[in-house]
């Protein structure tokens, strides 16, 4: 499967400071932090989580889900439709992990009782999931060393208005792998926004 390096947009050369800081983030995402410039500017409605930075839709509400040990291990924004979830992965330098791990999450489901129909999507393999009225929708995308995680969960009547939100934050969602080694499958490290930055939500958030 073909990998997503996210866009390595630069600064346009000879660019006074003002057009610099017009730059806006490309909408083909999702990004590699590694590698998107300096310049760019996120997302409307940008929550800063550490190893992923998300455009939060307009009147999403963000929470994480930590583990006994107390990290973090994926990020959650509560919409009208639902959930929608995103975490991001240590990966190989030169193979993707989302399709093994697609294939994984597809036996699982199925063998809770879920109804799973599998398309391929602008990103690889995607899993659709029905289990009692609700619908999930499984997307991965595998980066330079990084595979982002996203999950849309809700009531099956509003899944298709949920399944774009979960693509539009996961195109505008900036990956920050950094150099540190992890362990293939290692959830990046992820960190609790500050107070202020949520609070600015309610005025940059990104549209619906």
Do not use: C
């Amino acid at each position: 499967m073909a990998r997503n390096r996210g866009a390595a947009v630069a600064a346009p050369a000879g660019g006074d400071s003002v057009t610099t800081q017009r730059m806006r983030i490309p909408t083909n995402g999702p990004h590699d932090g590694d590698t998107l410039a300096p310049a760019i500017t996120p997302a409307p409605g940008t929550v800063d989580f550490g190893a992923v930075r998300v455009p939060v839709p307009a009147g999403g509400t963000v929470s994480g889900e930590p583990t006994t040990a107390g990290r973090i291990q994926a990020v959650h924004v509560t919409v009208p439709e639902g959930r929608l979830s995103v975490s991001a992965l240590a990966a190989p330098r030169n193979e993707g992990l989302w399709p093994e791990l697609a294939t994984e999450i597809d036996a699982s489901l199925r063998e809770g009782g879920a109804r799973v129909r599998s398309f391929t999507g602008e990103w690889g393999r995607e899993l659709h999931a029905t289990t009692d009225g609700a619908t999930s929708v499984f997307v991965g995308v595998d980066g330079p060393r990084w595979m982002l995680y996203g999950v849309a969960t809700g009531p099956t009547r509003d899944a298709v208005s949920l399944d774009a939100r979960l693509r539009r934050m996961l195109r505008g969602t900036v990956v920050v792998r950094g150099k540190a080694p992890y362990p293939v499958r290692t959830v990046l490290p992820l960190a609790t926004p500050s107070e202020a930055g949520v609070e600015e939500l309610a005025a940059t958030s990104a549209p619906p």
